[in-house]
């Protein structure tokens, strides 16, 4: 039985498309970011932008009430935002359509091309659902992991997904 389920969580996740083929001329585009407040720490390397924070590069979007900016002499290393919820979305290719997480908290570890959603974490492709206590997208590999809370709370990872019509 517990292959079975795994095997079903497997092929589910096969079906979400991922985001290791986001659009390759995002990485060649500016950072736009606009918020209400900015503090720089040039020694650390961090930044702290506060109110209604928005980060743009191409479709990549992340806002958040209060973001932070790791920087180093090799660019942008880890993007940490925070909010009710903090959000990030990106297209993964031209002929799909934007994938849009929500959480509480993102961590968006640039070098790894990897972003941990946590606390109340959601996907949406499409109009297909994922949700989780914890989601872990890698884009470089294509993996996504999901994590449900522990036993006591009772939060499993839940999925929706629509069935395919014949015009998609």
Same mark, same amino acid.
């Given at each position: ?24 001329? !995002?990485?060649?585009?500016? =950072?736009? =970011? ?11 390397? %961090?930044?702290?932008?506060?109110? $209604? ?8 979007? %992340? ?16 993007? %940490? ?25 993102? !961590? ?8 941990? =959603? ?5 996907? !949406? ?24 809370? !522990? ?9 929706? =997904? ?5 015009? $998609?």
């Amino acid at each position: 039985m517990c292959n079975k389920l795994r095997s079903l969580f497997l092929a589910t996740l096969l079906t979400l498309p991922a985001l290791a083929q986001a659009l390759p001329e !995002d990485q060649q585009k500016p =950072i736009h =970011i606009s918020a209400d407040h900015a503090s720089m720490n040039e020694r650390t390397g %961090i930044t702290v932008y506060t109110g $209604n924070v928005e980060i743009v590069q191409g479709t990549m979007v %992340i806002r958040g009430a209060r973001v932070e900016l790791h920087r180093n002499d090799r660019g942008v290393q880890r993007i %940490i935002s925070t909010g009710k919820p903090a959000q990030f979305q990106q297209q993964p290719s031209q002929d799909q359509p934007l994938t849009k997480a929500y959480g509480e908290r993102m !961590d968006y570890r640039v070098n790894k091309q990897e972003v941990t =959603i946590t606390n109340s974490a959601r996907v !949406d492709q499409g109009r297909d659902t994922f949700t989780g206590e914890r989601i872990v997208y890698n884009m470089e590999k294509a993996v996504v992991n999901a994590y449900g809370s !522990d036993k006591d709370s009772g939060q499993r990872v839940q999925m929706v =997904i629509q069935p395919k019509t014949e015009g $998609n």
